[in-house]
Every structure is written in structure tokens, then in C-alpha cells.
């Protein structure tokens, strides 16, 4: 009994340490290794399906080598949680010894991923998909990049549009975190300062599934409804809103009107029609370079096999920062030695040429970037996508305002009731 | 022993005492009943801990000490860090559970809920990166949070100790899920969906308790506590007594037992496991949010416990070095979109073929294939 006993726990705590070991041995000498976080489980999860397909659109445009050395992509999961997120980051850095880190795709995870990364300085981190403000404007990291505007920078332009559409008085309806306080706060910041009113902000939990209390709160002098809540939980409140009758004009956030939120079957998306948005991705935007990514998407990645009609916006943001990391590494013929010093220099200068415009970093190693004003439409097909009605481009992360005047989102802040 | 004696024991311990402060003054009541033919060695004057230690300790006992004790030496900060100290603190979350379901007969799912109590007490009261936090001394902040995992994990036993099997899963459930949605809605104490990030362990003795090795060894430390601790109360009257009304709580009250206040006094007991397993998982993860409390995490330590199997203490870290090793590593054994049906798929086969989790697995494949005690243990004389 004893001995067995013994032999048992021997064996089972060998077996632990074999697994690890093996895994460490198995890393060396191998090709160059990048990881790859998104959030496959969890209410992102159709996101990060694409966002980890822009990924590998950017390697195989590359024929999956740089500077003659092959690149392997060690991916990861996570499913939106912060502390899933830098479990999986850890592990990617720590145990399967990647370079260059892409990921992860939520504003939390992206704070909590930057927050690991200055505990890991030879490493190279750049960012997924997140776009939380704070990541990038407050306690930033050295060796922390972000290559894709944020949720703020995303929605200039909205206010003005809103004004245009003539909807005077606001709700707004998003999760409550840290990327939705950004984009409210890119659109308020706009809005309040051309004479817009929002007198009730609802802040739902991430995941929700039930909205009849936010629909019940919904006032009855306002003239539309800002809806940033993303995926399943986009389509979630529009059902339960057309379901009890609502039929107030609707303005979406960033990810309420992607690609993977468009493209939920079902009829009741039809309602979407119309809705103004703003954000880095518009479907129909009519640059050559936007029309030859979006072949190459679809050639890669088929309707059949899995993929959307057009690239959603992760999978967008995802192929910027991996385009990122792959032309930063070609740019210095695939060298990182001495604390990948001189890769961290490049991608700190380097112009992006992205399908959307030029992309180039700030000081905090934020993206500059273009941001459109987009109208839902639908097409022959009966496929729903986004129409131009504005391009802005540089959008820096304070929005054009002065350092100073600046004010990060949150709850509460900005207010013009 | 007579059961006249131990009810005799009990009964002093029982004296007016509050539920949380039962086992020790259990544990002081048998040590004054004990007659004195029980010690061992008689003959030997060494302290009476000495001789209890080599009565007890055993080659396997050493092995496995050997093994966690030079372990970090051998594998990298990775596994020390991710594998073995986030095993060590989620086996002593489902000690806790162990306790209770496997000694008690009360299966709790609030285990993570006390622990992510004590978690969040750490954030609210000690520093972290949010402004809310009240920033006190570690040396405050911990006893203070032990406290609280302690308070309402007796609360929890007394709202639920009156109900039995699926009742009691359903109340212990029901409370999880009210404090994960407490967490994620109030903005005013608990930060909301955001949480606490930057929860770090102080620094002591000038040793920084959030590298790997000092982390792991505060980890096994207290890992070690909790299993002794709990391999010594289930021998005490307490312990006993707990057993007893798990197998028949109605014999157990007739024979003048306050079954209801034994098992709260259990719930109190596991509520000081959990709350220093919350304590380490504030820690290591260096952040608290609602995740952490989520429904998700309540079944996991039920599905710890089960895995390594209820009959003994040692089930629950078995339990979480296997759902440790799955969660870390399934996604290098296959597509990496399909992970979790790995995950899954190893949890059911467990559960299928024993009910008893590993540790039952074990017991079959011993009478299966190991030696048969019965003979080889009374050797042939020669004729």
C-alpha cells in the first residue's frame, strides 16, 4: 500500500516534470519563433478566430519566411479574462521561449499583458487587438508596441456625423470595461463639444445576456442609441430591442458593426441597416491597396472554410501588428541580438504601409493612424457591410486635444448630460 | 477508547466554546483523556513529537518531501512559477473542499467564492494599481483577510449546513454566483469588471516573494500546513465526530453530538484553507477580477477535488497537478482551436472508469495487479 502509494505520486509529479523539460529541450535550435494570443474561447471568440487568420495572412504573404529564417507562429488562447490572458502570455514567453509576442485581443488582457511585459524586457510585445487608452497613455512599457489605433482614436469622426444625422440627445449602451469607457469617450469628446446631449450612459456587464432592464431605462426624449457591446453580446441586445418594439436610429461602436457581428445569421441583423459607426475598418472603402487585402482574405480564408465575407476588424488589427512585427524583422535582416535593441529602434521609426493608410508610432508607442465614418448597407447578395462616409486620417491618441487637456475615459468622465 | 470517553472529550471542548475555536479545544480535550499505555515507546524518553513523527513518517513521506523540496532546483521558473506553485494553491482551494465533501459529506461549490473573499480583501485593503485601494501593511492585511475568508465561510456553513446533498449545492452555488455578480457590479468597493491589477506579494526579509523560487516555497509551505493540518484534525474527537455524522448524522445526534454546530465548525475550518489559498492566488496572479470568482472557477475546484479523489487529503493536489499540467499543456497536444475537447475528454475517462477520481484509480489498479497483502504477510512456517 505504501510503496504503490509512493510510486504513484513519484510518478505522476516525473511525468510533470519530464512534460516541462521536454518542452524547454524541444525549443532550441529551432526556427524563429512569434506568438500569437486571441481570445478563442469566450464572448470573443469569433473575433479571435479571425484576428489569429490576420495574423497568418501577414506570415504567408511573406511565404511564412523573413530574412531567410522561417518563422514559426506559436499560438495561445485565451477567453477575455485578464488573468486567463497572462497565463497564456507566460507561458508563450517563459515556456515555449518566443522572441516577439502578438496578442492579446481585449482591452483588459492587453492592460494586464502590458503590465507582464516589463517583468520580461527581452522580449518584444505587440499588441493584438486591445484597445484600451490606458495601455498605451498611463505606467506605458518599454518594450510594449501597439500598432492599431484604440478604441477612442476609433470613433473620431462619430460625433460630428451623429450632429449631421440630426440626433441631438443620446443613450448610451456599452459593456463596462476598460475599451468601451475609450470609445464613449472618443465620441462624447467630440459630440458634447458640437452640442450633443447624453443624459444616461448604461454600463452592462460583458457577457450579459439579458437586456430588458437597460431597455427599459431607455428614455423617451432621446432621438438615438449609441450600442457598443461586441460579438455575441451585440446580437444579443439587438434581438431583445427589436423584440420589445424599439425602433430609435441606432450608432454602433467599432465592434458592434464588424464583421463577425454583421455576418450572426438571422433576420433580425436587417435592422442594422443604416447604422452609423466609426472605426479602422470599412468594407467597401475603395482603396487599391484595402481591395487587394480583402482578395487576399478571401482567397486565403473562403466563406466555406470559416471565414467572414469581408475581414472583420480584429482580423484587420491583427494583420497591422503582425505586418508590423515581420516588416520590423525584415528591416533589420532578422537581427535580435544584444536585447533586439536595434528591432525595437526600427519598429519605433518605422512608416507601416497598411491597406487603410500609413501607420507610424508616437512617443508612447501608439499608432497614428486613419479612422472611418462608416453606414451600414447591404449588398445584392444580401450581405450587410460598411460604406465610407468619411476617412480621417492621423489620428493621434489625444485626439488633436493638447496633453493637458486631454481626459482618459471612465465611467463618469466625459459627462455632458 | 470508549465512546463514554469521547463524548466525555467532546463535551468539554464543546462547553460554551464558539464553533471556529472547536478543534483545538478538541484537540486539547483527547490529549488530557488520552491514557498514558498509548504512547509508544514508553521506554524512550525522546519528546512525545519526536516519537509521533517516526511512527507516522514513512519512506514515501520522505520521497515526496525529497521530490517538491529539489524540484525547483531541476525544472525552469516556468514550471516552478505556472505549473507547480498554481497547483500547490488550487490543491489547497480543494483541500478545502476535500475536507468538507470527503470528511463532512457537505459538497460546497462557494470554495473559490471564500478564497476570492480573502482575494479581494487583500486588493480592497492592501495596495494595488487601483486608487481605491486603502494601501495597509501586509501584516495586517493577510490576518485581517484570513479573518474575513473565516467569517464567511462560517456564514455560508450556517446558512447551508441544514440541507443536504443537491440542496446543499444549489445554496453554496446560489452564493457564488450572487458574489461574482456583487464583484462585477459594484464599482465603489470592488472596481467592477476591471478589478484590482498590480496585487503583488510584499517583500520581506529583503527576499522578493513574487520571483519563482521564494513564491513556490511560500506555496509549499503552506500547502504542507494545510495537509498536515488536516491529515491531524481528522484523527482528533473533532474529526472524528465530523466523520461520524457524515455517515449518519441522526445516530451521531442521538448520541448527544451538536451534529449542526460540528459542521459548521467544518465550514469554518475549510473557510481558513480556502482563505489562504485566496491569499496566494491574489498573489500569483498579481490581479483579482470577477473571472476569478465566475462560475467557471467554482465548478473547477469541484472538478479538482473529484479528479484526484475524496478519501484522502492528498487526492485534492493530485487532482490540481493533473488539471494544471491539462490546462497548460492540452494546447500543445492538439489543433490549438480544439484544446478544451482534450481537457474534457481526460476529465470524463477519469470520472467514467473511477469515481474516485485518481486516487481510486490507484486503489483498483493495486488489486488488480499488486501483491496480495494477505499472503505474503504471514509467511509459511517450515514444517
Known sequence: MKLSKRIWIRSMLCAAAAAAVSGTAFAQGAPLKIGLLATLEGPFAAGGADGMRGAELALSQRGGVVAGRKIELVKASSNAQPDVAVNATRKLVEQDKVEIMVGPLSGGEGIAVKDYSKTQPQVTFINGGSGAQATTLVNTSPNFFRFNTEGAQWMVGLGKAAMDKGYKRTMIIAEDYAFPYSQVQGFMAEYCRLGGKVPLKAWVPLGAKDYSSVIARIPKDVDSLLVILGGADAVNFLTQYENTGGDLPMMGGSITVSQDVLNYKGKRRDSLVGTISAGPVADNFDGADWRAFVADYRKAYPVSAGGFPSPSLFALVYYTNMKAALDALAAVNGDLSGGQVKYRETLSKMVLKMPTGDVRLDANRQAIGTTFVTEVVKDAQGNLSTKVLRKVDNVDQTLGMKKEDFQMGTRDTPACP | ?383
Open chain 2, 1 to 383: 477508547m470508549s465512546a463514554a470517553k469521547w463524548r466525555r472529550a467532546m463535551n468539554t471542548g464543546l462547553a460554551g466554546a464558539l464553533p471556529p475555536r472547536q478543534p483545538s479545544a478538541g484537540g486539547q480535550a483527547i490529549a488530557m483523556a488520552l491514557p498514558p499505555t498509548l504512547d509508544p515507546y514508553p521506554d524512550s524518553d525522546a519528546p512525545r513529537w519526536l516519537k509521533f513523527l517516526w511512527r507516522t513518517l514513512s519512506p514515501r513521506h520522505v520521497f515526496t518531501l525529497a521530490f517538491v523540496l529539489l524540484l525547483p532546483f531541476v525544472v525552469s521558473p516556468f514550471v516552478i512559477y505556472q505549473v507547480a506553485s498554481q497547483a500547490l494553491i488550487f490543491g489547497l482551494i480543494a483541500l478545502s473542499l476535500t475536507f468538507l465533501a470527503g470528511y463532512g459529506g457537505m459538497v460546497s461549490l462557494a470554495q473559490m467564492t471564500v478564497a476570492g473573499m480573502a482575494g479581494y480583501a487583500v486588493a480592497v485593503l492592501g495596495a494595488s494599481g487601483t486608487a481605491t485601494s486603502l494601501g495597509w501593511p501586509w501584516g495586517v492585511v493577510v490576518p485581517v483577510a484570513l479573518v474575513v475568508a473565516v467569517l464567511c465561510s462560517t456564514l455560508i456553513g450556517w446558512l447551508s449546513v441544514r440541507t443536504d446533498g443537491i440542496y446543499t449545492i444549489m445554496i453554496t452555488l446560489a452564493i457564488g454566483v450572487a458574489f461574482y455578480y456583487l464583484v462585477l457590479q459594484n464599482y465603489t468597493v470592488f472596481n467592477g469588471f476591471q478589478g484590482f491589477q498590480k496585487v503583488y506579494p510584499p517583500k520581506v526579509w529583503g527576499i522578493n516573494w513574487r520571483d519563482p523560487l521564494p513564491f513556490y516555497f511560500l506555496c509549499l509551505f503552506w500547502s504542507l500546513a494545510g495537509y498536515f493540518f488536516i491529515q491531524w484534525l481528522v484523527r482528533t474527537p473533532f474529526g472524528i465526530v465530523l466523520q461520524g455524522t457524515r455517515d449518519n448524522a441522526r445516530r451521531m445526534n442521538s448520541l448527544g453530538y451538536n451534529v449542526t454546530a460540528h459542521r459548521v465548525a467544518a465550514y469554518a475550518v475549510s473557510g481558513l484553507l480556502a482563505g489562504v489559498g485566496g491569499v496566494l492566488l491574489v498573489w500569483y496572479n498579481g490581479l483579482i477580477s470577477p473571472g476569478s470568482v465566475g462560475t467557471g472557477w467554482l465548478i473547477n475546484v469541484l472538478v479538482i477535488a473529484v479528479l484526484g479523489g475524496m478519501k484522502h487529503p492528498i487526492g485534492a493536489f493530485l487532482g490540481a497537478i493533473v488539471f494544471i499540467l491539462l490546462q497548460t499543456f492540452a494546447i500543445d497536444l492538439i489543433d490549438r482551436e480544439r484544446f478544451n475537447l482534450v481537457i474534457g475528454g481526460v476529465f470524463l475517462a477519469i470520472v467514467l472508469f473511477s469515481p474516485d477520481g485518481l486516487l481510486g484509480l490507484w486503489a483498483k489498479l493495486r488489486m488488480r495487479f499488486g501483491p496480495s497483502q494477505v499472503l505474503t504477510s504471514t509467511p509459511r512456517r517450515p514444517p
